[in-house]
């Protein structure tokens, strides 16, 4: 592993296993399963987590492994898990788990917390930690966007929980995202890990894989590897993201792959959304996209909160929406692949997607009403205010 800054952080390692799991119904089950038979130690680094039905399976899971005599180390993002009760708490704070929360805030008050960062300048407030990364026993790591909350677990009704993907991986890479847990784990615990890192063995006709991650404006090889790779692409760019508000590059580069022939598409959230304001911010790139041939389908039967991108065959999936929160100020990570079964899979989820949409397509958008446009005026001009007000932020520090 090379020094961060430079051109590849973590290697591409040959020989890993994956699998592909949509939706809470799918990934919360083999999480438990694998945790329930963890026999070493346990990671968790995770932005969302919240107190519910959900918490309470995974909080006995935890428990039962750490009575089990395995070592569990939690790493929960301090804002992120705002809405995990103190019981709650205290039930991880027992049996041995080692709870850690990143970046730890001054308050859970909203109002004192925007206080800080618009009048008293504290712009470290707005660094969270986004990634969403399991690792159990060093033999097998979960990456992708999901949260410990009811929105993505509910046995009762798993039709209502959100359109998520998390992979499932075995084999070589798992040891950088042991790396990768224990780098984030060292800026705030007060207890470092002596683990040693472990070598799992490489899987036959298992493929290639990598950990992109990034670290705020300071460091962001996810961003990198992705505008690479859109700009390599030569047949498709299929992109998904749960909050759709891009740099100006990044609109350029699509623009740009699409007027060259490339079939260039975005998955992003239809009218189910957690948060409809960034929706309409983002709806007002639509009309140029779609003047320059990208095709736009908007997510109908569930929220979408699935962030993926496949460039021909290259795939990357993880925590990063590729908006400009993430890309400022978040620690995020994504699991890069180059394996021909696993990029057919990924081509098929999409597909599955696409034909749960609805096209948005130009001479339609051109007859929105008046409303809408409005909505995208105001909200876009906020989120061009936000940007620059956090950009100053971060030219202080």
């Keep these: 592993m090379t020094k961060a800054g430079k051109k590849d952080f973590f290697p ?20 438990l399963a694998a945790i329930g038979s963890a026999r070493d130690y346990i990671f968790v ?85 986004h990634r969403k990364l399991i690792v159990v026993d060093g033999a097998a790591a979960f990456v992708g966007g999901l949260g410990i909350t009811d929105e993505f677990y509910s046995p009762a009704q798993p039709e209502r929980c959100w359109r998520e993907n998390v992979v499932r991986i075995e084999g070589p890479v798992v040891a950088d995202w042991h790396r990768l847990f224990i780098r984030a784990w060292e800026r705030f615990a007060p207890v470092r890990i002596s683990l040693p890192v472990p070598e799992p063995a ?32 030569r047949r498709r760019i299929w992109f998904s993201t749960a909050y759709f508000l891009p740099s100006w590059r990044f609109l350029r580069k699509l623009r740009r ?68 929160w993430g890309l400022t100020w978040n620690l995020e990570a994504n699991l890069e692949v180059e394996d021909p079964a696993f990029t057919a899979t990924v081509q098929q989820m999409f ?16 007859r929105r009403v008046w409303r809408q446009r409005l909505l995208e005026s105001i909200w876009g001009r906020m989120d061009n205010l936000a940007t620059r007000i956090t950009s100053r932020l971060r030219r202080r520090r």
């Design 12 to 31: 591409w390692r040959e020989g890993n296993r994956y699998e592909l799991l949509l939706n809470g119904e799918r990934f919360f089950p083999e999480i």
């Design 45 to 129: 680094e995770l932005y969302l987590a919240e107190s519910g039905r959900a918490a309470d399976c995974f909080i006995a899971a935890l428990q039962k492994a750490a009575q089990r005599g395995a070592q569990v180390f939690l790493l929960l993002d301090d804002y992120g898990s705002m809405a995990l009760h103190e019981e709650d708490r205290r039930r991880l704070g027992r049996d041995g788990i080692r709870l850690v929360f990143y970046n730890p805030l001054s308050s859970h008050n909203s109002l004192r917390n925007l206080y800080r960062i618009l009048w008293r300048k504290a712009g470290y407030d707005l660094h969270r930690d």
């Design 202 to 233: 490489a899987k036959k006709d298992g493929g290639r894989a990598r950990v992109a991650f990034s670290e705020g404006a300071r460091y962001n090889d996810i961003k990198r590897q992705s505008l690479k790779h859109i700009v390599k692409a």
């Design 257 to 324: 792959a699409a007027r060259n022939g490339v079939d260039v598409r975005l998955l992003l959230p239809g009218p189910r959304t957690d948060h409809p304001v960034v929706r309409h911010a983002g709806r007002r790139h639509y009309s140029r996209l779609l003047r320059h041939g990208v095709r736009i389908f908007e997510y109908q039967p569930r929220v979408l909160h699935a962030k993926s991108l496949l460039c021909d065959d290259w795939v990357s999936l993880g925590s990063n929406n590729f908006d400009h």
């Design 351 to 366: 597909e599955g997607d696409f034909a749960e949409s609805v096209e948005i397509r130009l001479e339609g958008w051109r």
